[in-house]
């Protein structure tokens, strides 16, 4: 199971912190990544973090939000400073194992003034 816990509504230029567990496995995730989906668009992704702590970012979050994780991938964080009103969305957790992936229910994410 996949769970993201965080979310919340914040100002322009403020901050969150979501964060996401894996619950019922001991095993070792090769990516943990950040999707996010406003209401009318598509799916997008956020960031990612794989083994090596390698990680990638959308283009519209470089510098402003950080992923990070265990090393097992199975609790991650991801730090949203310098939010912006089209940071507005549902934000998922997406996990993935070697045979198995599994996304979370997901976190909504409300900037506004």
């Known amino acids: 199971q996949v769970m993201e816990s965080g979310g919340g509504q914040v100002r322009p230029g403020g901050s969150l912190r979501l964060s996401c567990v894996v619950s019922g496995t001991r095993r070792v995730a090769h990516t943990m990544t950040w999707y996010r989906q406003a209401l009318g668009k598509q799916r997008e992704l956020v960031a990612a973090i794989s083994e090596g702590d390698r990680t990638t970012y959308g283009e519209s979050v470089k510098g402003r939000f950080t992923i990070s994780s265990d090393g097992a991938r199975l609790t991650g964080s991801l730090q949203m400073n310098a939010l912006k009103t089209e940071d507005t969305a549902a934000y998922y957790c997406?996990?993935?194992?070697?045979?198995?992936?599994?996304w979370g229910r997901g976190t909504q994410v409300t900037v506004s003034s």
């Open positions: 997406f996990v993935e194992f070697a045979r198995d992936s599994y």
